[in-house]
C-alpha cells in the first residue's frame, strides 16, 4: 500500500510539474513556444491514466485518450526544434504527414471502443503488461500504440540530430565567435528523445509492470521534461538561421546552372564564415575551411575578376571596414576599424583603403557622415 501512494504521489507531482512549465511557457509569450505548451498541457492527461489506475478508477474517457497522446508527444518536440529557426509556426502538407500515426490510433481506439464496448482494463498491472488474456482487442490497440512510439523515438531522433547539424553548420557560417555549445542542446535532445521512445517501447516487454521500473521511467519523463523547459527559457534567439537559409536559396535560384550555383556557393561560404577577417588567413587555410582544393578556389576567384587570392580578401576586408567606420563610434579609434577589419597594420589598411576607395579612411568617414 505503500508504495502505490508513493507511486500516486510521483505521478501528481508529474503532472502538476507540467501544468506549471506549460502556463511558464504561455506567460512568457515568446515565439515558437506553442508547440512546448501543448507537450507539456497533454503530459497532464497522459499521466492521468495511470494515476487514476492506482485506485482502480480507470475511466473511459482515458481509454480513448491515452493512446493517441502518448503517439503525438515525440512530434511536437521535433515541431517545436524545427520551428525555432522558422518566423511563423505553419505545417506544410508535407510535415503534416507526421500526424498519421496519431489518426491510425485515434480511429483505431474508436472503432475498438465502440466495436468491443466490453473490453476494459483489470487493473494498473494488467495495463502494463505485453498482453492481457482473454483482451484481443485491447492487445492489439496498446501493441500498435507502442511500437508506433518505439519506432518514433528512433525515427525523431535522427530527424532532431539531423536539424542540429543543419543548425550548427550555418550558425558558425554567419557568427564568427559562436560556442559549440549553443547548439549542442539539440544533439542532446536527439539523444534524450531516443532513449524516451526506447524505454516507452519497453512497455511491449511487460518492463513496466514492476514498480520500481514504473517509477524509474517516470523520474526519468521528469528530468526530460524539465531540460527541455529549461533549454527553451533560456536558449538564445536562432531565427537568423532560417533567414540565411532563405537568402541562400533566393540567391541559387537566380543562378544559370549547377555548375554556376557551386562556384557562388563557394564563395559566398567564404564571406559568409567571414574568414578574411583572420590578419593571419592563407590560402591552404581558407582552401581547407571551404573544402576545395588550392587551385580551385584560385580559379573561382579568378574568375570572379580579381588578380589574386590576397586582392579578394582586402577587398572584402575594405568593404567590412567601410560599414565599421560609418557606424564607428566617436569613442573608438581607427585603430579597431584596422583590427576589427583583419588588417595586420595601420599602414597597410590605409595604403589598400586609398587604392580601393581612392580616399583615405578618415575622409571616407567625413564625406559619409556629411550625407
Not at 599602414?347 to 576607395?357: G, L, N
Request: with cysteine; hydrophobic share 50%.
Amino acid at each position: 500500500m505503500a508504495a502505490t501512494i508513493l507511486f500516486f504521489i510521483l505521478l501528481i507531482i508529474y503532472s502538476s510539474f507540467s501544468i506549471v512549465l506549460a502556463f511558464i511557457i504561455l506567460a512568457s509569450n515568446r515565439k515558437n513556444l506553442t508547440y512546448l505548451f501543448f507537450f507539456f498541457l497533454l503530459q497532464v492527461f497522459y499521466v492521468m491514466s495511470p494515476a487514476v489506475a492506482v485506485f482502480n478508477a480507470y475511466s473511459e474517457y482515458f481509454r480513448l485518450a491515452v493512446g493517441p497522446i502518448k503517439v503525438i508527444l515525440t512530434p511536437l518536440i521535433f515541431f517545436y526544434i524545427k520551428g525555432l529557426t522558422q518566423k511563423e509556426n505553419k505545417i506544410t502538407l508535407k510535415e503534416s504527414l507526421h500526424f498519421i500515426p496519431i489518426v491510425v490510433v485515434f480511429i483505431t481506439t474508436l472503432i475498438i471502443y465502440f466495436g468491443y464496448p466490453d473490453w476494459k482494463i483489470m487493473n494498473m498491472g494488467d495495463f502494463y503488461k505485453m498482453y492481457v488474456k482473454g483482451n484481443f482487442q485491447f492487445n492489439v490497440l496498446i501493441i500498435l500504440t507502442r511500437l508506433i512510439v518505439f519506432f518514433q523515438g528512433i525515427f525523431y531522433a535522427l530527424m532532431i540530430y539531423k536539424l542540429f547539424k543543419r543548425n550548427d553548420f550555418i550558425m558558425r557560417q554567419i557568427v564568427s565567435d559562436i560556442s559549440q555549445k549553443n547548439m549542442i542542446w539539440i544533439r542532446s535532445t536527439a539523444i534524450l528523445v531516443g532513449i524516451r521512445g526506447l524505454t516507452t517501447g519497453a512497455e511491449l516487454f511487460g518492463a513496466y509492470s514492476i514498480p520500481a521500473v514504473f517509477m524509474v521511467y517516470y523520474i526519468f519523463l521528469i528530468c526530460f521534461s524539465f531540460y527541455i523547459f529549461f533549454q527553451a527559457i533560456v536558449q538564445p534567439d536562432i531565427s537568423i538561421i532560417g533567414t540565411t537559409i532563405q537568402e541562400m536559396k533566393d540567391s541559387n535560384e537566380n543562378e544559370d546552372s549547377k555548375e554556376m550555383n557551386t562556384d557562388v556557393r563557394i564563395l559566398q561560404l567564404f564571406k559568409l564564415k567571414r574568414l578574411f577577417l583572420n590578419p593571419e588567413l592563407t590560402l591552404q587555410e581558407a582552401s581547407y575551411e571551404l573544402s576545395i582544393p588550392k587551385y580551385r578556389l584560385t580559379q573561382l576567384i579568378k574568375a570572379g575578376g580579381y588578380h589574386n587570392f590576397y586582392a579578394f580578401v582586402n577587398e572584402l576586408r575594405i568593404d567590412f571596414s567601410k560599414e565599421l567606420l560609418i557606424n564607428l563610434p566617436s569613442n573608438l579609434t581607427m585603430d579597431s576599424v584596422v583590427t576589427d577589419s583583419g588588417f595586420q597594420s595601420r599602414s597597410t589598411f590605409y595604403r589598400v583603403f586609398k587604392e580601393s576607395t581612392g580616399l583615405t579612411p578618415k575622409e571616407f568617414k567625413e564625406m559619409n557622415s556629411l550625407s
